[in-house]
Each structure stands twice: as C-alpha cells, then as structure tokens.
C-alpha cells in the first residue's frame, strides 16, 4: 500500500492522518498515512529512509518546514516563494519535488467562507515562516493593498520588500495602522501563550473579516478579543489546515477531495484526537 506521513516535532497531536485517512476513504485511494517525529538533528536521515523505504509522499510541519526547504530536489514556485516546504511528492522519475500548499489553503478556506479578496484592504499581523508562506497566494488574489504589521518592524519591512513584485504590498508598524481594513489575518504566534498582538480595537468593525491561523476547541485569544470589539466574521485556522491537507493531497493523487466533510468531522473530534 501506498504510503504516506507527517514529520514534525512535536507531531503526536497532528491532525493529519486523521484528514488523510477521511481523504483518502472519500476519494477510495488505497494508502497508508503515519506521523514520524525524529529528533530535531536527524530530520534529514528519516527522510531519506522514508523514501529508501518506499514511501510515496509526505508533509511536513514544525520545525522542519524550511529544513525541508534545503533537502528536496527540486521545488515549485510555491515553495520557492515561501522559503518552505510542507509537502514532498516522490515522482515517478524518483524525483523529490518540495512543494507549499499553506497559501492556497489559507484562500481555499477564505473563500469558502465567502470573504472577497480582489480589490479588498488586507492586514497582515506577523511576519514569520506563516506570513511568509501566505504571501504570494494572497497578492494573486489582486487585494488593493495588503498591509504588514510585526512587533520586529524591520522583519515587515524585509518580507514587504522581497514580495513587492507581485502586488501592492507595504510594512507599518501597529502604531502606523489606519482603517478601514477589509481582512485581518492573524499568521502570528501569540495566541499560543494566549496573547494578543498589539492592535488597537478602534480598527475592528462590524464588517470586518478577521481570521486567525491558530485554532482550538474554544476561540483564540484574538478571536475572542475581536468578537468583543465588533467583528461579526471570525474564522479559525481549522479550514486552512484542512483546505492544505487536500492541496497536498492533490498533489500526490491527482484527485481532489471534498473538504466540507471533513472539517465538520473534524470540528466534532478537536480535543478527542
Ligand atoms: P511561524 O512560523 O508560526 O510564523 P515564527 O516564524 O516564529 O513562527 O513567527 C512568529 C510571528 O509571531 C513573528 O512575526 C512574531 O513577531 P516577531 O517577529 O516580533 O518575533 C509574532 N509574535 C509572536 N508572539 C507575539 C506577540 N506576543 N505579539 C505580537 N507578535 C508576536
């Protein structure tokens, strides 16, 4: 059987093969989809073992993404653009090609919660790996202008800089911030330690759409933050990661599968597995 995994570390609560399998069983695809989480300096072997040994394809998530990055043969523009791979297909020619499915995910799911992004006003919070990765997919969806704010001004101002090219893009400082924005993303990781990024609440407002790429059982701390201030669409980073999984999917299988589904399923089971 055809198999697949996720290297990751930690990896132990990864939703993948939980995604993968419903996948899989939906599109009536035979294979097999595990987690690996090596130690952090012997990413680069368990690939290569994995591969040596037969495996069709993999993801890959924290901390290995830009390892990744560095250890495939060849890349897609995708991934060139985000500096990280999240998924490796072995091709037929015994080619590992890197790819980057984080973007598309991150639109898929913005618009099947029908929020527009053409001509649109969008803010961008955070200017790590995340914010790195979402880039490129949210300038080709030709926005008016899309904004980045990061607590480290300069690390706004770099990624600003290098994806200038393909659409209107500018770095300000969450002091420089001024409305009205159409869309805020959330790619930062404060919601981790039940933070907040440092916006100031006079910028959110009824018709706002506000996501964040964290999620849980209960609301980030951002989206319950923004819900107190107004925002009537919030939208966690569930769909993202599901709306990812069926890009990489595709990639391997050459078939799309549904995602409605799945992420209700996987609504139902978040804790539980
Ligand atoms: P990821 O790969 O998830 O993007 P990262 O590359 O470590 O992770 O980036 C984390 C992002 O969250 C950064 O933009 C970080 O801001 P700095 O560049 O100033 O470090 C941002 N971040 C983390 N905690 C934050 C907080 N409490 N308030 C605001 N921004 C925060």
Redesign the pocket.
Known sequence: MDRYLVFGHPVRHSKSPFIHTLFARQTQQELEYGLAEPAVDEFAQALRTFFDQGGKGCNVT?PFKEQAFTLVDCLSPRAKRAGAVNTIKLTDDGVLLGDNTDGAGLVADLKSHGVTLADSRILLL??????RGALASLLAELPSELVIA???HT?AQQLAAEFHDLGPVIAQTYEQLAGPFDLVIN????SL?G?L??LAPALIHTDIAIYDMMYGASDTAFISWAKQHGARQTMDGLGMLVEQAAEAFTVWRGIRPGTKQVLRELKRNLGAI
């Open positions: 924290v955070g200017a790590g790996g995340a914010a990061n607590r480290t690390k790619s930062t990781s404060a330690q933070e990024p440092p």
